[in-house]
């Protein structure tokens, strides 16, 4: 092609071409025949930002049309694709496309924010691309499925939010520039749409609040469809299911908490990526003792039930949100069980009382969030409270990047291994049996590693909590917790899972004593509204499984006729010879 003509689409090209050309016609008709022979080509495609590689192919050139006949391309990962088809001409101008690539696993994107500030990442799939239209209004059509090494990024906010963020940058074209004026030559225009069937293998990434820090980041799967264009369209349509992933909750300077999405969580997608809608839940697991909780409802004298109330035990913040993505509404709740019969009770109780009670309830979601601890209902309490905040919030800040540091140190050995510290100061103060108080303060420091076997069908945790106390050293010990899930069916509806947890009582003094619980089980899992949208869901995974036979059995007719192609070419080559 003329060089003006590819320039808007690949960069960087180089390579070898050798072979014999005729060019006959006058020079208003002018026809090249002949095969030229490309070797060591390669290039990079602006748009994707991908480099291909080409090593030994021939290109026929017909009159009015130029044919590529099974020409294999490479990524820079060696991954390979399949590329056939013509592009035809009027006597060398005009020039159309009609090309298809299919492909097993293919780099399709590796992009940044500053290339790309719709969205960015780095793209592997299987499927096939049409490659249609004039070549100043060229039509990408792409049926594919996501592959493992997808990570996308997509910020959820509106232009009128964003501008004073800096990968975006905004104008208007109705202002007056006092500037000359320079006539622009029309820019190719390049549309791409885009079918596909994502899948856990991808990585997710919504950007909710470039600032503060809040986003998504999950694994799922669903039809998902783009249409994006060089002029700024920007389209998503369809619904993607969370299987797995963490929505990062933040308030400015105070809190940088990790909420664990729950599978079947869905976003829903009908164009405008600002307008997408969100349906999810999600869990933040902490240890704190129901004591402040429930402390109105027990007797002075009542020192045995206090003691107990005063152990640690796991607790869930129950997140909830519901609405358009960019700035959903955001309900709290919480959830404590497995306690002592008669402090179960009273939890209930209370926790009933503060559902009643949104104020109170998100009071307490906050004390949590920011110290690990309950809100107090006596007033004394709130000075204690505010106090430990920032020290608990930094604490946990740093220990997540201490993780962080260590698993990508980790990481470096062995695959797939996370490294998890998490510190975390407390204070209490506990009834002695003589009646008198005694003021608790101290640090608990967790450590733990995570594995992931099996393409992530098994998941392995092993650590424990370390406390250390104002108590006398001996008190001190390592607590290890163990467990092990198995997700039996690959969707992980059924799960199979052995633990071995501890809960420390830090608060009564004197006596600190680890319960130790063990346990197994199998679990299944379905999610629905009634019995009707079970039934549907049935039939929708058989017609996907049907479906996806199909696009096998037709993946396998194509390869056949591929194969059948190379070795007719390979046949002529021989005859030539």
């Not at 103060?429 to 420091?445: A, L, M, R, Y």
């Not at 003094?509 to 680890?514: F, K, L, P, R, S």
Request: charged residues 25%; glycine residues 8%; positive net charge.
């Amino acid at each position: 092609f003329p060089s003006h003509d590819t320039a808007a689409y690949v960069k960087r090209s180089k390579g070898f071409a050798k072979g014999k050309l005729r060019l006959d016609g006058t020079d208003k008709k002018p026809v090249l025949t002949g095969i030229m022979e490309l070797e060591d080509c390669e290039t990079t495609v602006g748009y994707l930002n991908t480099r291909y590689f080409l090593k030994k192919e021939k290109i026929i050139f017909k009159e009015n049309e130029i044919r590529l006949d099974n020409v294999t391309l490479f990524d820079e990962q060696g991954n390979q694709a399949y590329a056939g088809g013509k592009i035809s001409h009027s006597y060398l101008r005009q020039f159309k496309l009609d090309i298809y690539v299919q492909t097993d696993n293919f780099q399709f994107l590796k992009t940044t924010s500053k290339e790309n500030n719709l969205f960015w990442g780095t793209a592997y799939a299987s499927g096939v691309a049409l490659f249609k239209g004039p070549i100043q209004d060229i039509l990408i059509h792409v049926e594919a499925r996501s592959n493992r090494g997808t990570t996308i990024t997509v910020p959820v906010r509106s232009s009128a939010e964003t501008t004073n963020y800096s990968f975006y940058s905004f104008f208007n074209p109705n202002d007056t520039i006092p500037a000359t004026v320079v006539t622009k030559k029309k820019k190719a225009n390049l549309k791409v749409e885009l079918d596909i069937d994502m899948t856990p293998d991808a990585d997710v990434n919504l950007i909710l609040d470039p600032v503060a820090g809040d986003n998504l980041k999950v694994n799922g799967e669903g039809d998902i469809k783009l249409n994006v264009s060089t002029t700024g369209d920007f389209q998503i349509f369809g619904e993607y299911t969370i299987q797995n992933g963490n929505y990062f909750f933040t308030l400015p300077t105070l809190v940088n908490k990790s909420f664990r999405i729950d599978k079947g969580s869905r976003i829903v997608f009908g164009g405008d990526v600002f307008e997408a809608n969100i349906s999810a839940d999600a869990i933040y697991s902490i240890r704190a003792a129901p004591f402040e909780l429930i402390q109105d409802l027990i007797s002075p004298t009542e020192t045995d039930l206090i003691a107990r109330a005063r152990k640690r035990t796991p607790i869930e913040l129950l997140l909830s949100l519901r609405g358009p993505l960019k700035a959903p509404v955001i309900g709290f709740d919480i959830s404590i069980k497995d306690l002592d019969p008669d402090i179960q009770n009273l939890t209930d109780q209370k926790l009933v009382v503060l559902k009643g009670n949104l104020n109170e309830l998100n009071k307490q979601v906050a004390a949590l969030l920011l110290t690990g601890n309950f809100f107090p209902n006596t007033v004394g309490g709130t000075g204690n409270l505010v106090a430990q905040s920032a020290s608990s919030t930094v604490s946990e800040f740093l220990s997540s990047q201490i993780s962080k540091y260590l698993s990508s140190l980790i990481g470096n050995f062995v695959q797939g291994l996370d490294f998890i510290v998490r510190y975390k100061p407390y204070s209490a103060t506990s009834t002695n049996p003589d009646g008198t108080n005694s003021n608790i303060n101290g640090n608990e420091v967790y450590f733990g590693v995570k594995q992931q076997l099996l393409d992530d069908r098994i998941i392995l945790n092993v650590g424990g909590n370390i406390d250390l106390s104002n108590q006398s050293i001996s008190t001190n010990r390592f607590n290890g917790d163990f467990s092990i899930e198995y997700q039996v069916t690959k969707d992980g509806r059924v799960r199979l899972k052995a633990f071995n947890r501890s809960n420390v009582d830090q608060f009564n003094v004197g006596e600190q004593t680890t319960n130790i619980r063990t346990g197994a089980g199998i679990s299944y899992r379905e999610e629905f509204d009634n019995l009707a949208d079970l039934r549907n869901q049935y039939r929708i995974r058989k017609e996907k499984r049907i479906e996806k036979r199909a696009i096998k059995s037709d993946n396998k007719r194509i390869k056949k006729i591929i194969s059948k192609g190379l070795q007719e070419v390979v046949e002529t080559k021989a005859t030539d010879k």
